[in-house]
């Protein structure tokens, strides 16, 4: 049995500026991929939340409800278009992934290559420096 199946995933989707609305970036454009991403890995879909919001902080009604959702659903993954979804600072990218981590979920971004997931253990300093630096738990 392929190891994927049992994965459960929450979607999460965000766009910040009109333009995002409007162009390649849409929730709805987001939404699609992830889902195909979701298939393709065999992963369950448990959850899904979308919003228009700046990423310039975690406190944010949308991230918070994703992440709620997801330790609720016991989820095993976040599964965000790209890591720039969570927030635009890596910095912040890394308090995101520690808090998440220590509950038992993973953020995972469709955007890497062969779907690895981001590894919560880099310092921050060094998520700025590589940004999408990646491991297999």
Known sequence: MDSNKSKRVVLYCRVATQAQLDG????????????????????????????????TTLDRDGWKRACQEAVEQKADIL???????IARDPILWMQALRELSGKGVWIQ???????????PFFSPMAAAGNPMATHTP
């Open 79 to 85: 599964l965000v278009a790209d890591l720039t979804r």
């Open 24 to 55: 390649d970036h849409t929730l709805e454009a987001q939404s699609a991929r992830l889902h195909e991403q979701a298939e393709r890995l065999g992963y369950e879909i448990v959850g899904e939340v979308s919003e228009y919001e700046k990423g």
């Open 109 to 119: 971004s469709a955007a890497e290559p062969d779907a690895f997931r981001v590894n």
